[in-house]
């Protein structure tokens, strides 16, 4: 067992150090770049407490979309081509579903406070369809 306080606790600190204490010291020029470290730091905690639930649920829609198994990158990969070369488009069933929920994952991790990602989570959760990734 790891100890506490574990990683996404001390990135929560950190980020929160850099925005409570530091910024409101530092002069006008330097705050914008510690806000972008804050921001970086809160990133990063994201994606490691929801990386694995993400990718897993990316290879599970992966593999029933493809009806094959493989890594995530080379179903990625596969995935890309067959869009590509024209083999799975758009009316392709479950496609744009998997599309929609891997933007989803990305933006839940990247920019969870954005407003149209706000909006579509609020869109799909008002239309009883799934809303985390």
Known sequence: MMDEPGGAELLDAVAR???ETLMPKLPADAVF???????A???????????ERIEAAELGRLRALLGSKGTLAELDRALAAKIACG??????PGLMEHLWQTTLAKLE?????Y?????????????GQQTTP
Do not use: F, K
């Open 17 to 19: 150090y850099l925005r």
């Open 33 to 39: 770049h510690t806000r972008v470290a804050a921001n």
């Open 41 to 51: 730091v809160d990133l990063v905690r994201r994606e490691l407490e929801q990386r």
């Open 109 to 113: 991790v990247d920019q969870p406070g």
């Open 115 to 127: 407003a149209s990602y706000r909006r579509e989570l609020e869109l799909r959760a008002a239309a």
């Open 87 to 92: 083999e799975i488009g758009e009316a392709s």
